[in-house]
């Protein structure tokens, strides 16, 4: 909790900030008359996550198996099938495919994500939306409304001595900032990025579960392909329906299954190696690679669709990375899920050495007949919980998006109180499980799902790098050559497996582009008419005069009690409120105007989160409180927060009635009385008046305009959570204050 005793009408940026900053000369370049509120609520310090002993490292690498490794870990289902979609032509086309999934698992999971992109987290969370806050906070790059020139960056990197490393970063940051095209463009590419792990999570459960399903064929012909896709749509529903219990229950639950699904695919994977043709283990040797494109051409090309669904899930990696730890995730990966990967394709690729024609149910066919049945059941849990992986990075992303402002309201709900970040989102819940019973009783077989599946794991992936490229340079500040290696390595790798994938666009492709660009839309539309309001109140807010002027209202009335007044303006008091007093001239006792605002940081410490503000004149009894959240930061149920709030309002009085001691005594102890006028007017009762805006087009406005507000927006408002059902504000003590505002 802050104190800032500055008047209202007092906006000089130069206040002399905690942190201990000294104040700035009054040049030409700050003379901007900005609100001391809006400029200090973003100078806060990013709460890290505690350092986490080596017992509950294991404990979260033992659920990250579970969780996480799920997707890429069933891969081996149906790469070389997919791959091979026309049959195995050349009997050294197994080497060439095996060294480029080899060199494909190394150079993108492991390293790649394991070891670079994981080190990019922000304070511990991942997510295409944390590298976007990563570089908003280094740079003055973000378009969020609340967002203003004068921001305060909020860091972890240390200003370095001046480089040449250090000056291309500053040439890269001075050219990012200055350019409108560059911001929208890192705006929208984080949405797509967003929108494609969205789309993600639709496919992954759907391609999984009739993978593992579709075992059965071979043990029996009375299975026919409509039975197998019925049964993997009750899978899935009951899938879906576990979703509720947390990452945290299902992590344990599931963990077990996938543990002993890489044991056997690992140990599988060794005996068909020992078994069939050991020499398949020169497909270490990349030379294979160019042998297989130089013999198959355009035909290896689009193959690669196929082999790139080795790394389906990687994403999830990083997306995931809030459930738990980074050492966690590089322990699980390079101790369990990475050999044992290995292992299976080097196996299936001895296996088909020698039986190429089975290539189209590789991987069941090369199951020892005593392990069969018992492997199918494995499959299949294992399947299940690959969904899992996906399912929960989606919670985490929307989680980060929803503080941005860039995705419709929905509820989240904390579903651990051990391990920060694990989330359960309903609505989104169910809006994914009926989006994979869509795909799964649509398209009814893997080779389809399969095209689309690879275009959304390999957009996501390029997104990434894109942004791993420009966190290299600005903020990591990475030699030259390093960049360079990286670019021409995995970035080309990356997008030569991009070019083969969009090939079959129009075999499948098309659901993952057309579930982005549906997503993107409703995002752009929430982001857009969001902006359009909080500029529309900044423009309108109430004058200090104004409320100077209040206490000589004749027809005010003050009654006891305390109100709460909700708004999203940070830089003033909203309009809505002279709208509530013209109409209601009734005040309480004590006001509080209550602005929650997201920084671009994952956690805001519970000391810094409160910043309050007298609103004069003193006997008014009324104030400012800014509310501060990172976007992994728990909101609290309303009866803790009230508590917290009223406790930090009288701190904030006594401590300014401290600070006045030394200036103004008779107005120091006015001032202290107010904690007993606070706390008479909490006993009184709480009273929660929330602004319910209306938005519509101003009059004059164009077609396009008038459909995004009037239609789209308020289409969507209305079908979704309100802002007491999010913030918990319980309806007996609630008043709405509605007003109309024309954007």
């Known amino acids: 909790m802050e104190v800032d005793r500055t008047a ?66 069933t891969s081996p289902l149906y790469v070389y099938a997919s791959t091979f979609s026309e049959g195995i032509k050349h009997n050294d086309d197994v080497l060439g495919v095996l060294s480029l999934i080899l060199y494909t698992l190394t150079l993108i999971p492991l390293v790649k994500y394991v070891f670079l992109v994981l080190q990019a987290n922000d304070n511990g969370e991942g997510g295409t939306f944390a590298l976007y806050s990563l570089l908003c906070r280094y740079a003055k790059i973000g378009l969020i409304p609340s967002e203003q020139a004068e921001d305060q960056e909020v860091s972890n990197f240390q200003v370095e001595l001046p480089t040449n490393r250090l000056k291309m970063a500053s040439c890269l940051k001075s050219k990012l900032e200055n350019s409108r095209a560059a911001k929208v463009f890192l705006l929208f590419a984080t949405m797509l990025g967003t929108s494609m792990v969205i789309g993600d999570s639709v496919l992954t459960p759907s391609i999984s579960v009739l993978s593992a399903v579709g075992g059965i064929k071979n043990a029996t012909s009375t299975m026919t392909q409509e039975k197998i896709v019925w049964i993997s749509a009750a899978i899935l529903v009951c899938l879906f329906m576990v979703q509720r219990f947390g990452t945290h229950k299902v992590g344990y639950s599931f963990a077990p299954i996938i543990c002993t699904w890489f044991v056997l695919i690992g140990g599988i994977g060794f005996y068909n190696f020992l078994k069939f043709d050991p020499s398949v283990i020169k497909s270490v040797n990349p030379i294979y690679i160019f042998y297989y494109f130089k013999r198959n051409k355009r035909d290896a090309w689009i193959s690669l669709g196929g082999a790139v669904l080795s790394i389906t899930g990687t994403e999830a990696l990083f997306a995931d990375l809030g459930h738990f730890s ?35 149910d590789a991987f069941f066919s090369s199951i020892p007949g005593a392990l069969y049945w018992p492997m199918f059941v494995v499959a299949v849990l294992a399947s299940i919980v690959a969904s899992q992986a996906m399912i929960s990075g989606t919670f985490s992303i929307i989680q980060q998006s929803l503080s941005y402002g860039c995705f419709p309201r929905v509820k989240v709900i904390h579903t651990s109180s051990k391990y920060e970040g694990q989330v359960y989102i309903p609505e989104v819940n169910y809006l994914l499980m009926v989006a994979c019973l869509g795909v799964t009783l649509g398209f009814k077989d893997t080779t389809r799902i399969g095209n689309a599946y690879g275009i959304a794991v390999v957009f996501v992936m390029t997104l990434t790098s894109s942004f791993l490229v420009l ?61 359009r309001k909080y500029y529309y109140e900044l423009e309108h807010k109430i004058s200090p005069q104004k409320l100077k002027d209040m206490p000589s209202l004749t027809t005010l009335n003050r009654v006891p009690g305390l109100a709460l007044f909700y708004s999203e303006l940070v830089q003033g008091i909203p309009p809505i409120f002279k709208h509530y007093i013209a109409n209601i001239p009734t005040l309480q006792r004590v006001l509080v105007f209550v602005s ?89 009762g709480i009273v929660h008046l929330i602004g319910q805006n209306e938005v519509v087009a101003s009059n004059g406005s164009g077609l396009a305009k008038r459909v995004l507000i009037n239609y789209a927006y308020n289409a969507l408002r209305r079908n979704l959570r309100q802002n007491e059902e999010i913030f918990y504000i319980p309806r007996e003590r609630m008043l709405k204050v509605g007003m109309t505002y024309e954007l």
Request: proline share 2%.
């Open 596 to 684: 929650f605002k997201s920084l671009p940081i994952s956690k805001v410490l519970m000391e810094e989160r409160f910043l309050f503000r007298r609103v004069e004149p003193d006997d008014l009894n009324v104030f400012r409180c800014v509310v501060r959240y990172g976007y992994k930061d728990i909101i609290h149920e309303q009866e803790s927060f009230e508590r917290v709030l009223v406790e930090k309002l009288k701190m904030f009085i006594e401590e300014e009635s401290w600070i006045l001691r030394n200036e103004d005594n008779d107005r120091a102890s006015r001032v202290y009385e107010g904690i007993e006028v606070v706390d008479r007017a909490w006993r009184d």
């Open 326 to 360: 980074v050492t966690s995730i590089r322990l699980s990966m390079c101790c369990v899920a990475y050999p044992a990967l290995v292992s299976a394709y080097v196996g299936q690729a001895s296996f088909l050495r020698e039986n190429a024609h089975l290539v189209s």
């Open 471 to 531: 966190i290299m340079i600005m903020i990591w500040k990475s030699h030259i050559l390093v960049i360079l290696s990286y670019v021409f390595t995995i970035g080309l790798l990356e997008l030569l497996y991009l070019s083969s994938v969009l090939y079959k666009f129009d075999r499948g492709g098309y659901l993952p582009l057309a579930f982005a660009g549906f997503l993107m839309i409703i995002m752009y539309i929430w982001y857009d008419v969001h902006r």
């Open 8 to 73: 209202e009408n007092d906006h000089c940026p130069d206040l002399q900030q905690n942190s201990g900053e000294s104040r700035p000369n009054l040049t030409e370049t700050n003379l901007r008359r900005h609100d001391s509120l809006d400029f200090e609520s973003r100078s806060v310090k990013a709460a890290g996550k505690a350092a986490a002993t080596w017992g509950v490292i294991l404990q979260l690498a033992f659920q990250s198996v579970g969780i996480v490794y799920g997707d890429i870990g």
